[in-house]
């Protein structure tokens, strides 16, 4: 099993649905990334969470929330879906420290329509 | 100014060839660079750690530059298999969050 769960892994939803995007973790880390990738783009960060009571917001932010139940668990949610947040997400996570390399969750590809 | 720059290219090489790709960070207190290789719509897996000593494993060696604020990252007798993109990560503290460019893209061909 992959020690960074994704699901759904793929999803296909209609404009203005909320959809939820889920993130499981058995590394034991405190550190969880959300990050979109569009062509061209790179990775481009979303929300992070440094801990279950600490959140902070990424570079595009916007339209997007995110949920710590756990330290295992870190969600994704897109109150109302829009077709210009059809992208590839990966959850990402990483020792507390900040210098250790990051490990992946598969990614979610997510359409809107 | 973004905290973490690549050329995105594509670069395009044939086999055999050796090929260098560099990553530049604006911020000066980072303390751990990585190289990460991602297939097509596949996750970024890790492919190196960069140490100030620099870092070589088989055909890929990856540098610091401190003073200039660059990592490298050179690829000897490209094979087909490496075509990917490369990532680099060079935002590293003990305070602050991951930071990634935007991505490399490699395509070695026969």
């Known amino acids: 099993d992959a020690d960074v769960t994704q699901t759904p892994r793929n999803r296909i939803t209609k404009t203005g649905k909320r959809i939820m995007l889920e993130c499981s973790q058995t590394?034991?880390?405190?550190?969880m990334y959300w990050y979109r990738q569009d062509p061209g783009l790179g990775l481009r960060l979303i929300y992070y969470?440094?801990?279950?009571?600490?959140?902070n917001k990424g570079e595009i932010s916007d339209g997007y929330s995110v949920s710590r139940q756990a330290q295992a668990k870190f969600s994704l949610s897109l109150e109302s879906a829009i077709p210009n947040q059809t992208a590839l997400y990966f959850c990402?996570?990483?020792?507390?420290?900040?210098?250790?390399?990051?490990?992946f969750g598969q990614g979610t590809r997510l359409t809107v329509v | 100014r973004k905290e973490v720059e690549q050329d995105p290219g594509p670069f395009n090489v044939p086999e055999g060839a050796t090929v260098a790709f560099n990553c530049t960070y604006s911020?000066?207190?980072?303390?751990?660079f990585f190289w990460y290789r991602q297939d097509c719509r596949k996750e970024p897996k890790l492919l190196m750690s960069v140490y100030s000593s620099g870092n070589e494993d088989g055909r890929f060696t990856a540098q610091l530059n401190r003073a200039s604020q660059y990592i490298s990252l050179l690829i000897r007798d490209s094979k087909l298999s490496d075509s990917a993109t490369y990532l680099c990560?060079?935002?590293?503290?003990?305070?602050?969050?991951?930071?990634f460019g935007q991505g490399t893209i490699l395509t070695v061909h026969p």
């Open positions: 911020n000066s207190a980072s303390q751990s």
């Open positions: 969470s440094f801990d279950v009571k600490d959140i």
């Open positions: 590394k034991g880390h405190d550190r």
């Open positions: 990402a996570t990483s020792e507390t420290g900040g210098t250790t390399e990051a490990f």
């Open positions: 990560d060079a935002g590293g503290t003990s305070y602050g969050k991951l930071t």
